[in-house]
């Protein structure tokens, strides 16, 4: 059974920086696309980026210029570090591993961003 399971979420400050990781654990291919997602209260979950096995990387423009995504496929992991954080950052951040037939999705981490 393949399962994502995220960590690294907390308090922050505005300003501030965290570092998101994602091990992806079962039979998995390291060709496959891995995204993380976040969903903030009383809104619906939002794309962040995405990073092919290749390691081609993609962007919301909310994300672009301030977070990274970088994968490491000799430990089935992906990392987001997230800098400059703004309180709209606060959300559960989710790590979802895509293949032709599914996504499997993280439970998620929670990441605060507040004075």
């Known amino acids: 059974q393949v399962q994502p399971v995220e960590s690294g979420g907390g308090l922050v400050q505005p300003g501030g920086s965290l570092t998101l990781s994602c091990v992806v654990s079962?039979?998995?291919?390291?060709?496959?696309?891995i995204d993380w997602h976040r969903q903030a209260p009383g809104k619906e979950r939002e794309w962040v980026a995405s990073?092919?096995?290749?390691?081609?990387?993609t962007y919301a423009d909310s994300a672009k210029g301030r977070f990274t995504i970088s994968r490491d496929n000799t430990k089935n992991a992906v990392n987001l570090q997230l800098n400059s954080l703004k309180p709209e950052d606060t959300a559960v951040y989710y790590c979802?591993?895509?293949?032709?037939?599914?996504?499997?999705w993280g439970q998620g981490t929670q990441v605060t961003v507040s004075s």
């Open positions: 079962g039979n998995i291919f390291s060709g496959n696309t």
């Open positions: 979802a591993y895509r293949t032709i037939s599914r996504t499997y």
């Open positions: 990073v092919t096995g290749s390691g081609r990387t």
